[in-house]
């Protein structure tokens, strides 16, 4: 199973990017997908996560920015209203069932987000 995010790059404060994440391999079941992030000497931390059934949840921090969706394999987070403060490696991860009906968390190797003041 491999993870694979692209979208990331460098940005004005108050701008927008839109990360893509799409899931290959022998995947039997996807039951969540979602965005984390880890910033320079920060702790790696929840961004947005959605369910198979569509329910979502997103960080404080992120509420009215930035929305997550999903098809399928393949999960986005659309970025609004940029803050510095949003700079991170940003890492898609999923929950899910392998062919071999074994569950896991799976990662992303991340994508890097820059945004300037």
């Known amino acids: 199973v491999q993870l694979v995010e692209s979208g990331g790059g460098l940005v004005q404060g108050g701008g927008s990017l839109r990360l893509s994440c799409v899931a290959s391999?022998?995947?039997?079941?996807?039951?969540?997908m979602g965005w984390y992030r880890q910033a320079p000497g920060k702790q790696r931390e929840l961004v947005a996560r959605i369910t198979d059934d569509g329910s979502t949840n997103y960080a404080d921090s992120v509420k009215g920015r930035f929305t997550i969706s999903r098809d399928n394999a393949k999960v986005y987070l659309h970025m609004n209203s940029l803050k510095p403060e949003d700079t991170a490696v940003y890492y898609c991860n999923a929950d899910l069932v392998t062919a071999t009906l074994y569950r896991s968390d799976y990662w992303g190797q991340g994508t890097q987000v820059t945004v300037s003041s």
């Open positions: 391999g022998s995947i039997f079941s996807i039951n969540a």
